[in-house]
Nanobody
Framework: QVQLVESGGGLVQAGGSLRLSCAVS????????MGWFRQAPGKEREFVAT????????VYADSVKGRFTISRDNAKNTVYLQMNSLKPEDTAIYYC????????????????WGQGTQVTVSS
């Protein structure tokens, strides 16, 4: 059974930092792109960042560019999202996901999803 489990969410003040982790188990994701998405109350799930299998290619949403960094450790089957200079508008449930076609910004191209981790940024 494939599992993606996020961790590292929490409550932080504006300007603070958090590091999210996504542990993958149950199968190998060789060749898969990995992504982070988020969903705030009353809003659609939106793209945050994606990384290729090798880690050599990354793409970020404009809203997080320069503040967030996505990375992966394939030996540990783990993907990370380092979030710095957090803003109240970053408050959302953050999900990691795996895409068989590689790097992607589209929700519909991701086959596997975690259960999400809550990030709350206070002003």
């Amino acid at each position: 059974q494939v599992q993606l489990v996020e961790s590292g969410g929490g409550l932080v003040q504006a300007g603070g930092s958090l590091r999210l982790s996504c542990a993958v188990s149950g199968r190998t994701f060789s060749g898969y792109g990995m992504g982070w998405f988020r969903q705030a109350p009353g809003k659609e799930r939106e793209f945050v960042a994606t990384i290729s299998w090798s880690g050599g290619s990354t793409v970020y949403a404009d809203s997080v560019k320069g503040r967030f960094t996505i990375s992966r450790d394939n030996a540990k089957n783990t993907v990370y999202l380092q979030m710095n200079s957090l803003k109240p508008e970053d408050t959302a449930i953050y999900y990691c996901a795996a895409a068989p076609w590689g790097i992607s910004m589209q929700v519909t191209l991701y086959d596997y999803w975690g259960q999400g981790t809550q990030v709350t940024v206070s002003s």
